[in-house]
T-cell receptor
Framework: DSGVTQTPKHLITATGQRVTLRCSPR?????VYWYQQSLDQGLQFLIQ???????AKGNILERFSAQQFPDLHSELNLSSLELGDSALYFC???????????FGQGTRLTVV | AQSVTQPDIHITVSEGASLELRCNYS??????LFWYVQSPGQGLQLLLK??????LVQGIKGFEAEFKRSQSSFNLRKPSVHWSDAAEYFC????????????FGRGTSLIVHP
């Protein structure tokens, strides 16, 4: 157990819908990362938050957004969902910007 | 362009045999280097990391990796593979300085024959 908790584990939704994925980082970790894992793209970095502020952006679509709350948990919002958004979404956390990241179990999103 | 490459998509070994998974990177300066393992349906677990110092690093589950600056490589090794090692292995790099964003290779799927 990495200490990073993601909910839900599985999510099935229809195209055009909006979903929210939740991540609770390890106790004491200030940095949260979101990744998308798909068969054709591999592990793609989406976005990073550090202590409530956005720190870096990767290949995140405009339909996707995220935030980190004062208690340091983070949410990834995916809207106007398309079939191609079906993937495993991982959250990771680290103490700061100079240590290794620990990953949650992921949320498997299926868009039908 | 900065990149991390795992040349082998699949590797098949017999149980008890030795293993080496390759990872090459292309960065201006030596990055931080990591190996993660992902079992089916699971998240990524950190096996080992290299920040600086001794170029041979030991990790969990009997794995080790050697950093070779001249070859820009960070290959993962295990002397004797167990059936439970069957999983997906990812090499990751973090550029030294700047944004600390782990970038992952495409992964190598390890298949272990009994």
């Amino acid at each position: 157990d990495s200490g990073v908790t993601q909910t839900p584990k599985h999510l099935i939704t229809a195209t055009g819908q909006r979903v929210t994925l939740r991540c609770s980082p390890r106790s004491g970790d200030l940095s949260v990362y979101w990744y998308q894992q798909s068969l054709d793209q591999g592990l793609q970095f989406l976005i990073q938050y550090y202590n409530g502020e956005e720190r870096a952006k990767g290949n995140i679509l405009e339909r996707f957004s995220a935030q980190q709350f004062p208690d340091l948990h983070s949410e990834l919002n995916l809207s106007s969902l398309e079939l191609g958004d079906s993937a495993l979404y991982f959250c990771a956390s680290s103490v700061d910007s100079n240590t290794e990241a620990f990953f949650g179990q992921g949320t498997r999103l299926t868009v039908v | 362009a900065q990149s991390v490459t795992q040349p082998d998509i699949h590797i098949t070994v017999s149980e008890g045999a030795s293993l080496e998974l390759r990872c090459n990177y292309s960065y201006g300066a030596t990055p931080y280097l990591f190996w993660y393992v992902q079992s089916p349906g699971q998240g990524l677990q950190l096996l080992l990391k290299y920040f600086s110092g001794d170029t041979l690093v030991q990790g969990i589950k009997g794995f080790e990796a050697e950093f070779k600056r001249s070859q820009s490589s960070f290959n993962l090794r295990k002397p004797s593979v167990h059936w439970s090692d069957a999983a997906e292995y990812f090499c990751a790099v973090v550029p030294f300085g700047g944004s600390y964003i782990p970038t992952f290779g495409r992964g190598t799927s390890l298949i272990v024959h009994p």
